[in-house]
C-alpha cells in the first residue's frame, strides 16, 4: 500500500469526485463518526459522497448517518474505508469491493488499500479524519463536529483510556468549538444507565466472588439474574469492566451463558496478570489485558475450572 | 475587588515572595490540584510558596499536598486562595485571613479579596492557574502538570460536564503534553469504584423512588445504609448524580443527614426543570442545573416538603 501524508489524502480527495465511504461490522462510534463527517466534508465541497449502508449499524448511531447512505455502490465510486483494520472486517456488502484509500489508526492494519494512512498514534480514526477535513479546507459544521466528537470520544472512553493524547485533546476541543454539543452526547454515550441495567448492577455487587485479598474477582451472571433485571445485549456492552472497576481488583472473570447453554469467560487484568495465559489453559485466546473463553458446561462446572487454573498458575 | 488579567496576575506574583495558598472547605480536586500546581510553580522560580494544612483534604488529594503544607500562616506572607467562592468557604484555620489575592471561577464570587480573577467561563479554577502559570514562565513539570489535571478533570467530571469548553480540553492537553498520566488519574478518580460505594450503589437501585414515569427521582440515603455499607466522604463525592445517570432520569433530588441531624438536599436537572427554584422554594439556592437546600428535619419530613414543593410547582 502506497502511504500518504495528510496534505496528500486531502490532495487525492480533492483530485477525485464521487466518494462511497465503508465502515466497519459491528460497527462502533469510532467508524460511523468518521464516515460521517468524511461524507459531510466532502459534500461541503461540492462532491457527491454517500456511506455504504451498514446493517449492523445500531439505533445510537443511525441518527448520524441519517440522508448520508446508500443501499449499493454507485458506479464509478471512489471507495474510501474509515477504521476498517482489514478486508475481512468491512461491513457486510462490501467484503469485495476495491479500497482505493484507507484511513485507519489499527497498528495491526496490514495495508489492504491501494492508498491510504495508518496511524497507530492516533486514539481514533477520528483524528485522522479531523485533519484531513482542515487540510482539504473544509470548515467543520455542527453535524461534522458532532460526529467526530462520536468518534474520538467513544474510542477513548471520553478520553478516560490510555490512548487518549494531548492530540486526542485538542482534537476534541475543535469539534467543540465548530458547535458540537458534547454534554448531551456525553450524556447519551457515557451517563445513562437504563433502569435494567441499574437492577443487575446491583445484584453482580452482592454476589460478585472476591479472592486473594480482593485482588480477583470472579463475577457469576446467571440468565435467571439478566432475564429478572431485564437487559438487553446493549445492556451488556461493557459488563466485563463491572468487576474490573471495583477497588483493588487486578483480575477480574465474568461468566455469561450462551444461547446454548455453554459460559462465556471474559478474562480482565491489569499488568499484574496475564488474562491471554489464564484464557490459553481454558482454551480461549487474547491480550494479557483482555482475553476470553467458551467452555462447554455451565457457570458452576466453569467456575470450578477456572478456579483450578488460577491455583494451577499460582494465582490462588 | 480590583479586578486583574491573567498578564497582571503573573506581574503581581512575579514582583513578591512568601506566598500562602488557600483551599476551601470540603476540598475537591479543583481547589486541592490549583494550590498544588500553584505552590510548585512559584517554587520553581525559586519562591517561597506553602499551602495552609486543610484538615478536610481527603486521603484521595493528600498526596498532591505532600511536602507543600503548613499548619500555620508564616509571618508576611502574600495570602492567595485558589477556587474559594466566599470568605466562608475559607478552610478551617483560614477564616480570618486577609487574602490578597483570590483566583476563582465561581460567577457567584463578590470579590472578597483587594485583587483578583474570577473567570466564571472557566470550567475549573485550574484553567485560571494554568494561564497564570505559563504568564510567569513557569516550566510545567510532571507534578504541576498531574495537580492541574486533577482540578480541570474534577470539575468536569473527566470532560463530561457541560461546563466543559474548547479551553478545558486544550488545557488538559497541556498537562498531557508536560507528562501528566492522566490515565492513573482517571483510573483512581472515575473508574475505580470502593467496594463501599458500590454496597450503597446496590442500596440506591433498590431504594430509589421514582414518580411522574421515571422522570422525577428521591433518593433518599439514611445515615443507617451509609455506616452499614461503609463508605466515606471520598466515596459519597458525587453521590447526586447516582439518581441524575438513571435513563429518563430529569430531575434528581438526593437526600443526607447531617451530623446534627438535619436533611441536605442536591437536586440535579435536565434543562427541562429548574433546580434553583426548587432549592429557592425550600430556603436554599444555586443554579438552574443544579442546586441544594438544608431543612431542620429528618429525611421522612424533607420527603415531604420536597414532594409538597413538586407539587406546587406544577412537576408532580
Redesign the interface.
Known sequence: MQKLTIEETARFFLARDGFLILTHRRPDGDTAGCAAALCRGLRSLGKEAYILRNPQLTARYQPYHRGLTVAAPPEDSVIVSVDVASPGMLCPGAEKLPVELLLDHHGSNLGFAYRGIVDSGAAACGEIVLRVLLAMGVRLDKAMAEALYVALSTDTG?????N????T??A???C??AGAN??AI??AL??????AR??L??YL??HMELLRN?KVALCLIPLLAEREAGVTEDDMEDISNFPR????VELAVTFRTTENGDTKLSIRATPAYDAAAIALALGGGGHRGAAGATLSCDQAQARKMVLAVLEKQGIL
Chains 1, 2 share one sequence.
Not at 487518549?164 to 492530540?167: G, V
Not at 472497576?245 to 483493588?248: A, F, K, S, V
Open positions: 471520553c478520553f478516560r483510556y490510555a487518549t493524547t494531548a492530540r485533546l485538542r476534541a476541543a475543535a467543540l468549538e458534547a454534554y456525553n450524556r457515557f451517563e445513562t444507565v437504563r433502569p441499574m437492577r448492577n446491583a455487587s452482592q480482593g472497576n471495583l477497588e483493588g
